[in-house]
């Protein structure tokens, strides 16, 4: 099996930063991109970043200039630094890996558990 396990939620002040990391472990033989989705209550899932394994990366128009997604391929691991929060980035936060495991031919769409992120006002 696959897993891929979420750390580093909770609640900050608006303005405050949040470090997220997860950390993808199990039968993997290669991940290709991996990254975060956001859940607001009532709202879609949506993009908030994401990062290949070369390294470029892509942020949603909301995040641009505030958060940091990066990886660290020898554990597995993606981070995002969340800087200059704000009351509307709460929400349920979601690891997302692409990859494939040992035992399958092709890749496919992992997910963490999911991260409670809460910024008050």
């Known amino acids: 099996q696959v897993q891929l396990v979420e750390s580093g939620g909770g609640l900050v002040q608006a303005g405050g930063s949040l470090r997220l990391s997860c950390a993808a472990s199990?039968?993997?033989?290669?991940?290709?991109?991996m990254g975060w989705y956001r859940q607001a209550p009532g709202k879609q899932r949506e993009l908030v970043a994401a990062?290949?394994?070369?390294?470029?990366?892509d942020y949603a128009d909301s995040v641009k200039g505030r958060f940091t997604i990066s990886r660290d391929n020898a554990k597995n691991t993606v981070y995002l630094q969340m800087d200059s929060l704000k009351p509307e980035d709460t929400a349920v936060y979601y690891c997302?890996?692409?990859?494939?495991?040992?035992?399958?031919?092709?890749?496919?769409?992992?997910w963490g558990q999911g991260t409670q992120v809460t910024v008050s006002s």
């Open positions: 997302n890996a692409v990859l494939r495991a040992i035992y399958s031919r092709s890749y496919g769409n992992y």
């Open positions: 990062i290949c394994s070369a390294g470029s990366s």
């Open positions: 199990g039968s993997i033989s290669s991940i290709n991109a």
